[in-house]
T-cell receptor, first 114, second 115 residues
Framework: AQSVAQPEDQVNVAEGNPLTVKCTYS??????LFWYVQYPNRGLQFLLK??????LVKGSYGFEAEFNKSQTSFHLKKPSALVSDSALYFC????????????FGKGTRLSVIA | EADIYQTPRYLVIGTGKKITLECSQT?????MYWYQQDPGMELHLIHY???????EKGDLSSESTVSRIRTEHFPLTLESARPSHTSQYLC??????????????FGEGSWLTVV
């Protein structure tokens, strides 16, 4: 079975400070890992993904994430937070083998304070 | 980004009415999905399809039904709406190309309120 854990319901960070949104996963075999962002009253927007290769993945809006196989983690990071980054962030996983749908975490609300 | 369209974006209907939420994508994606999401909460997969004439129920039991007669179209229907159906419904499709990990792309959502 596949699962994703986002241990923090809420993350608060001051503008200009680095931010981290945590994600750990469980999957049989190798994972495909994704981050999505959702702004109020909108659908989810794709931010970045890990498929294979370099463990550090760079995505939209200056975000990046590091795949750590030994810790089964895929934390989302940004060196300098903006107020406009305030949104709901979802981590998702699926196994590379098989045909299962993507499994999403419960989401983490990021608030960047000016 | 995929071009995926949902209509209506916002709808208020009375209890007992029949409603169909439309979803269309122009990218030729075989796989399509419906998620239900209460405001600011987690996503629940309610239906998915891996191609024409293929539909499967998701993790969350839903009284809605879906059909997939054409690749680009994946409508969701509630035969008799109830206040408990009030929620946001998100349609999505996934990129089948090798190397993308079947990245899912979402529409803007349909907000349904049943009064």
């Amino acid at each position: 079975a596949q699962s994703v854990a986002q241990p923090e319901d809420q993350v608060n960070v001051a503008e200009g400070n680095p931010l981290t949104v945590k994600c750990t996963y469980s999957v049989s075999g190798n994972p495909y890992l994704f981050w999505y962002v959702q702004y109020p009253n909108r659908g989810l927007q794709f931010l970045l993904k890990y498929i294979t290769g370099d463990n550090l993945v760079k995505g939209s809006y200056g975000f990046e994430a590091e795949f750590n196989k030994s810790q089964t983690s895929f934390h989302l990071k940004k060196p300098s937070a903006l107020v406009s980054d305030s949104a709901l962030y979802f981590c998702a996983v699926r196994a590379t083998s098989g045909n299962t749908p993507l499994v999403f975490g419960k989401g983490t609300r990021l608030s960047v304070i000016a | 980004e995929a071009d995926i369209y949902q209509t209506p974006r916002y709808l208020v209907i009375g209890t007992g009415k029949k409603i169909t939420l439309e979803c269309s994508q122009t990218m030729g994606h075989d796989k399509m999905y419906w998620y239900q999401q209460d405001p600011g909460m987690e996503l629940h997969l309610i239906h998915y399809s891996y191609g024409v004439n293929s539909t499967e129920k998701g993790d969350l039991s839903s009284e809605s039904t879906v059909s997939r007669i054409r690749t680009e179209h994946f409508p969701l229907t509630l035969e008799s709406a109830r206040p408990s159906h009030t929620s946001q419904y998100l349609c999505a499709s996934s990129d089948p190309r090798t190397g993308t990990g079947n990245t899912i792309y979402f529409g803007e959502g349909s907000w349904l309120t049943v009064v």
